[in-house]
């Protein structure tokens, strides 16, 4: 069964502020389309800045808040400190606790110390947005990361997050979980990528073909469309096809 691609891939526009349009998202585990975006059904970036002048996804104005309409119908804001975007091209709306608590994943980059992968959520009365946990900050400016997916990839029960740190640059794949108030690696591998500088997306994503949950990225040539999926605790990864554009991956996430 194929599953919808993590990343959007929603225009990056600074007059719409995306009225979640990545509702939703690659997930492979019990709950349908229709649970998924009763979760999340309004949430939203806010504040266009340009204080963060990485400008690696097409332009160089980033966000600096997030707006989430809690029950009640009343928008909740956060505002990220002046040193800090998100550094984003769409919202990604998950359970991530093993708990159906709904959570908000985000690329977020400090201007020091780069991008982390962060979590966050209205409080349990609703009127806060909250920071739930993020993956330590990749530790220099002008460092990101670009999501895969998220799905249960070592089959414990709880889902996980895959990204690529650095596409550019290091080129590692990276699986993560939460714990407590933390999201550790459980799993990593070199030779992938999923974005090239200036793109206004992220390519790839996550698949389920009757087999559990795979990454679908290219490697670090973009040579080959690469099927990657966690068996034992350990990345395997096998070539599915020649990179020859979109199109392929496009074929791949729907397990042609």
């Known amino acids: ?3 919808t691609v993590w990343s959007c891939g929603c225009p990056k526009s600074r007059s719409d502020m995306w009225r979640l349009c990545a509702v939703l998202l690659g997930f492979a585990g019990s709950a349908t389309a229709a649970e998924i975006t009763a979760q999340c059904t309004d949430a939203r970036f806010a504040e266009p800045t340009t ?3 990485h400008c690696v996804l097409g332009d160089c104005a980033e966000w600096g808040s997030l707006i989430v309409t809690n029950a009640a119908g009343q ?3 956060f505002d990220l400190p002046a040193d800090r975007v998100f550094e984003d091209l769409a919202l990604r709306c998950a359970s991530i606790d093993g708990k159906g608590t709904p959570a908000i994943i985000v690329i977020e980059s400090q201007a020091d110390s780069g991008a982390q992968l962060a979590a966050y959520g209205l409080n349990l009365d609703g009127t806060a947005v909250q920071k739930i946990a993020a993956t330590p900050h990749i530790g220099q400016s002008n460092r990101w990361l670009a999501p895969i997916g998220i799905a249960d990839f070592n089959g414990d ?5 895959a990204y690529i740190d650095r596409p550019h640059l290091a080129k ?3 699986v993560v979980t939460l714990d407590g108030d933390r999201l550790v690696e ?3 591998a070199r030779g992938f990528t999923n974005h090239r500088i200036g793109e206004d997306f992220i390519s790839g994503g996550v698949r389920d073909c009757g087999q559990g949950p795979e990454m679908v990225t290219v490697d670090v040539s973009w040579r080959n469309v690469m099927i990657t999926r966690m068996r034992a605790g350990r990345i395997e990864a096998a070539i599915h096809s020649p990179y ?3 199109d392929t991956l496009s074929a791949a996430l729907d397990c042609r």
Request: charged residues 25%.
């Open 186 to 188: 459980i799993a990593n």
């Open 172 to 174: 590692t794949l990276r």
């Open 75 to 77: 928008d909740i804001r």
């Open 244 to 246: 020859a554009g979109q």
């Open 157 to 161: 029960g709880q889902k996980d997050m």
């Open 1 to 3: 069964m194929p599953l």
């Open 51 to 53: 204080r963060y002048a």
